[in-house]
Nanobody, 124 residues
Framework: QVQLVESGGGLVQAGGSLRLSCTASGRTFSTLAMGWFRQAPGKEREFVARISRSDLMHYADSVKGRFTISRDNAKNTVYLQMNSLKPEDTAVYYC??????????????????WGQGTQVTVSS
């Protein structure tokens, strides 16, 4: 079992920044690939970013150049630095853990454990 706890969400004006954190427990963190997804009201959950065990990063086109995913294995934590935020970034953000890990991480089905989510609201 892996427990994931997100934090760092909140309300920010367009153009602002937020940093989300997700702390994991229950497994050796360095063996996990980690991802961030988001779900806006009335929409399906969508991929945002992923970081592999070897720090290989992938991003959705919609956030490329604005968001940065990183990890600190000593703190069992994955981060999502979000800059130049837009109202369309408003969503509940979820972190997820891939314990295998799979070769790709675009799909929700590639992850085994999920956090409870943290709300990010970007005002215009």
């Amino acid at each position: 079992q892996v427990q994931l706890v997100e934090s760092g969400g909140g309300l920010v004006q367009a153009g602002g920044s937020l940093r989300l954190s997700c702390t994991a427990s229950g497994r050796t963190f360095s063996t996990l690939a980690m991802g961030w997804f988001r779900q806006a009201p009335g929409k399906e959950r969508e991929f945002v970013a992923r970081i592999s065990r070897s720090d290989l990063m992938h991003y959705a086109d919609s956030v490329k150049g604005r968001f940065t995913i990183s990890r600190d294995n000593a703190k069992n934590t994955v981060y999502l630095q979000m800059n130049s935020l837009k109202p369309e970034d408003t969503a509940v953000y979820y972190c997820a853990a891939d314990v295998i890990p799979r070769p790709t991480g675009w799909s929700q089905g590639n992850y085994d454990y999920w956090g409870q989510g943290t709300q990010v609201t970007v005002s215009s």
